[in-house]
């Protein structure tokens, strides 16, 4: 808000600056050099120095743009019209040449650092003392009013691009402000969100690994016991699902089902895994809920299991098959996810499928 503001008043200050340009042109220039030949050297010389930086000024007006070559055509155009001005006229008699260049330096030094605007003027105010000087007419009083009529010409012009150099700084200011104000908030909503998302991907893991790790370091779970051995399994496989869940992979599914299966194949499990259609991506707790089957069916197989997925334009189902007892299938899905057992003579089958309905993932 505060850059808008500024910029606007930056735009306010230079369409202010080009009128109070153009009215020194006509209303100030053109009238002295009109009432004033007497005093040029060549007026023909003015007269087309004058029509040079009124042709500046028109371009500048209509391009708003600034340009190291029109800077030298006004410097060097405001020369040619001082060195047209007898110099016993310099002191005290209307002359409005460097008034114009000053102005239009402003506008072609719009936005430089004010260090270029300030040698650009004083380069300007040295024009006619040392055109005096070279005359022999270098007298202190000659000097002292030359001085006073050039800090007349100069003033003004400097006092703008002090104010425009000062409005850009605060720009940049309130920009650099701005944008640390939005990385401190994008970082605490950051923050918030790991912060909630971790809470959710552990809280899981607080109902059943905690128990479990309890059990066995108090003596109540016997690691020889096939059941405990089991749920030590399942769990290693829902720890290893959840730091697949950090990961950026584009087919998040796929990779968590593997970090499952890697698992069970660490304890000696044959896995066979076959995948189908095109890549789905389902929401996280979609993806939990259809990796859950697997996972429990995966820790109590004893030699080898098959997993299948197969994704549909409104569907995407995870199936397994394993020489595991039934106690192992799970007894119901969780939200759009729908687990059922499958016919299998020996082995026992579970089916989960997921139902597409748009949900983000």
Known sequence: MVEGATARLLDGMRLATLVITVTVLFGLYLPMLVTNTWMYRSPAVEAVVFVVLAGVTAVIGATNRTSRVLLVVVFVGAVVATAAVEPRHLVGSPHGADDLSAWLGVLLLWGRPIHVLVGYLAAG???????????????????ARLAISNFSVFGLPFAVGVAVSALRR???????????????????VMAEQLHADRQQRYAGLTATTVPLLAGLSGGGLDPADDGVRQRCAAEAARMRRLLAEHDDTPDPLLHELRACIEVAERRGLVVRFAVMGACSVPPLGARRALTEPVLAVLSAARSSARVTVARRASTVTVSVVADAPASAAPNEGKGLVSVTRLPCADRLGVRAIWHHTGEPA
Not at 170 to 188: N, S
């Open 125 to 143: 105010y040295a024009v006619a003392p040392l055109q005096l000087w070279s005359a022999g007419l270098a007298e202190p009083e000659a000097l």
């Open 170 to 188: 605060m720009v940049v200011t309130a920009t650099r402000i701005a944008d640390e104000q939005e990385r401190h908030r994008t970082a605490e």
